[in-house]
């Protein structure tokens, strides 16, 4: 895609969506087969870290025994859901630098790729239980731990709580939060334009970071993780850059 055309505005849109298909396929490949995929599944030691990160209760456990008032589903609960429904914002704000500051779509749009690229392997290599998946199927944190968005979106649809669900995409995919990632380094990028866009960005990784967490997604050292990589991504953007900017020569002769 990025050599069928010069570099137009239309061009970026089209990369991005070809990224990002990509990206889903790349998530989604490690479950083709779930019976290898078990073998090698992490469960325990997120949650033991997450005790030790929580003061000898895991975040998730906590918020959910707080503010969690099963079988209902709350205002509280429609509203993180909401939150963490919104994962597709960084590609929002992506669209509206292409129209009102397009100078940074280029660096906004590689670190926001990076974030997926560098977030990808993990799932292949360490695959890792959610925290309702740990709880529910595997009976740690006391089977307490509840997949919200599961009874959130039964809710809205008007079916039973007590209906089956078959696994979509890949539920072993919870190390790291992909979600954060690429809020933390939307949010980065924006704080660079100025000091309200990033204030903006910022306030969206802490909405992100509590309703994943909230909501048992994902665990709260996936979420640092998730941070971490965004981070690593913005100090090491200097080392890559030379080799980035050669290779987007080339694709620009390549497009003519």
Same mark, same amino acid.
């Given at each position: ?8 505005? &239309? ?5 991005? $969506?070809? #990224?990002?298909?990509?990206? *889903?396929?790349? &998530?989604? +490949? ?14 325990? #030691?997120? %949650? ?8 000898? %209760? ?26 963490? *429904?919104?994962?597709? !914002? ?5 669209? @509206? ?6 100078? @940074? ?14 977030? $990808? ?10 925290? &309702?998946? $740990?709880?529910?199927?595997?009976? !740690? ?13 039964? =809710? ?20 790291? /939060? =992909?979600? %954060?990632? /690429? ?13 309200? #866009?990033?204030? !903006?960005? &910022? ?7 509590? /309703?994943?967490? #909230? +909501? ?24 890559? *850059? ?5 290779? !987007? ?8």
């Amino acid at each position: 895609m990025a050599t069928a055309a010069p570099r137009r505005r &239309w061009r970026y849109a089209a990369v991005g $969506a070809v #990224y990002m298909w990509t990206f *889903a396929v790349t &998530w989604t +490949l490690p479950y083709e087969r779930p019976e290898e995929l078990r073998r090698r599944l992490r469960i325990d #030691y997120p %949650v033991r870290i997450d005790t030790v990160l929580g003061f000898g %209760v895991p975040p998730t456990l906590r918020l959910q025994r707080a503010l969690r008032h099963p079988p209902r589903v709350t205002v509280l609960d429609r509203a993180v859901m909401l939150a963490y *429904a919104s994962w597709f !914002l960084p590609h929002v704000m992506l669209a @509206y630098l292409l129209f009102r500051h397009e100078e @940074y779509v280029p660096r906004a749009a590689g670190r926001l790729a990076a974030a997926y690229h560098l977030t $990808a392997p993990f799932y292949y290599v360490i695959p890792t239980a959610p925290p &309702w998946w $740990a709880s529910e199927e595997a009976g !740690l944190m006391g089977g307490e731990v509840e997949r919200v968005r599961r009874h959130v979106l039964r =809710d809205l649809v008007g079916k039973p709580r007590q209906t089956s669900e078959e696994p979509t995409g890949n539920p072993w995919a919870s190390m790291p /939060s =992909d979600h %954060v990632a /690429s809020a933390a380094i939307t949010a980065m990028g924006l704080a660079e334009i100025g000091p309200v #866009y990033g204030a !903006l960005g &910022w306030t969206y990784v802490a909405l992100a970071s509590f /309703s994943v967490v #909230y +909501l048992g997604e994902h665990y709260l050292i996936d979420a640092l993780v998730g941070l971490a990589i965004a981070e690593g991504i913005r100090r090491g953007e200097a080392a890559v *850059a030379p080799a980035v900017h050669r290779a !987007l020569l080339r694709l620009d002769r390549l497009a003519g």
